[in-house]
C-alpha cells in the first residue's frame, strides 16, 4: 500500500508568539534601527531618508533642514551648488577622507546623495558643516591671469562661505546619475530655497562658478531646474 504522508499544520498565528518572544524581537528591531541611523528628512512631496554612515556626519531627528547643532543661519546662505565625487562609488566618509588628504578640514560638503554604490540609492548624508552651520570648502578658485587687476574678494570664496554644498556620488562625466538620485536632489535644493529664500537662478552647478566640469556632462542639467522653485517666497 502506499505510504500516507503527514499532515502539515498551519503555523499558529502571531498572536500565540510568547510575550518574552516579542519583547526579544522588539529590542533587536530596536537596536538594528540605531545601529543602521536611518531617519527621516521631510518634504512636501513626502518623506525622504536621510542615513548616517559616520560618526561625524550626522542624521536628525527633526523634520525639515534644520541643523542638528546650530540654529540655521538664515542670513549666510545665498545660493546652492552642485557638485559631483567623480568616483563610480562613495559615501559621506570615503569623501571626508579624500577631502582630508587634501589638506581640507574633512567633508568640503554640506550634503551628499547616494547612488547605490557605497550608501543607498538617493538616501541623503547631512555633513558636519550644515550640522555646524559652517563654511564649505568646495568651489575651485580661478586660477589667476597674469597682468589682471587683484581682487579682494574672490566669487570662490565668497560661495564658499555663503553656497550650500550638495555632492552626488558619481563621476557625471562618465555615466548618468540616477534618476531617484536626481529626484531626491530636487527635493533637498527645493527644501533649501524654501527655507533660505533662495531663488532658482542662484541654483549653480560646479561648472557654472568654476572651470571644471562638475556635476559632468551627463548631469540632466534641463529635467533639474524644471523642478526647482522659481520664486520660493
Avoid at 498551519?10 to 538594528?32: D, E, H, K, L, N
Amino acid at each position: 500500500m502506499p505510504r500516507k504522508l503527514p499532515i502539515l499544520r498551519p503555523i499558529r498565528a502571531a498572536s500565540s508568539v510568547s510575550r518574552r518572544t516579542r519583547v526579544v524581537w522588539g529590542a533587536f528591531a530596536a537596536a538594528m534601527t540605531l545601529a543602521c541611523g536611518v531617519l527621516v528628512l521631510g518634504d512636501a512631496d513626502g518623506p525622504r531618508p536621510v542615513v548616517m554612515a559616520a560618526p561625524d556626519i550626522e542624521a536628525r531627528a527633526d523634520m525639515g533642514v534644520n541643523p542638528r547643532e546650530a540654529r540655521l543661519d538664515r542670513g549666510r546662505w545665498d545660493s546652492i551648488v552642485i557638485h559631483h565625487s567623480g568616483t563610480p562609488a562613495g559615501d559621506g566618509a570615503t569623501i571626508a577622507r579624500m577631502h582630508a588628504e587634501q589638506g581640507l578640514m574633512g567633508l568640503g560638503y554640506h550634503f551628499v546623495v547616494g547612488n547605490g554604490q557605497g550608501m543607498a540609492d538617493g538616501l541623503i548624508e547631512v555633513g558636519p558643516r550644515w550640522n555646524r552651520q559652517q563654511p564649505g570648502a568646495h568651489v575651485v578658485q580661478r586660477p589667476t591671469v597674469a597682468g589682471a587687476a587683484p581682487v579682494a574678494r574672490s566669487s570662490a570664496d565668497h560661495l564658499n562661505e555663503h553656497a550650500v554644498a550638495i555632492c552626488l556620488v558619481g563621476n557625471g562625466d562618465r555615466r548618468r546619475f540616477t534618476d531617484r538620485q536626481i529626484r531626491e536632489l530636487a527635493s533637498l535644493v527645493r527644501r533649501l530655497q524654501r527655507e533660505l529664500r533662495i531663488p532658482a537662478d542662484r541654483v549653480y552647478l560646479h561648472s557654472d562658478v568654476a572651470p571644471v566640469s562638475s556635476p559632468g556632462v551627463h548631469f540632466p542639467s534641463a529635467e533639474f531646474e524644471g523642478q526647482l522653485l522659481q520664486d520660493p517666497d
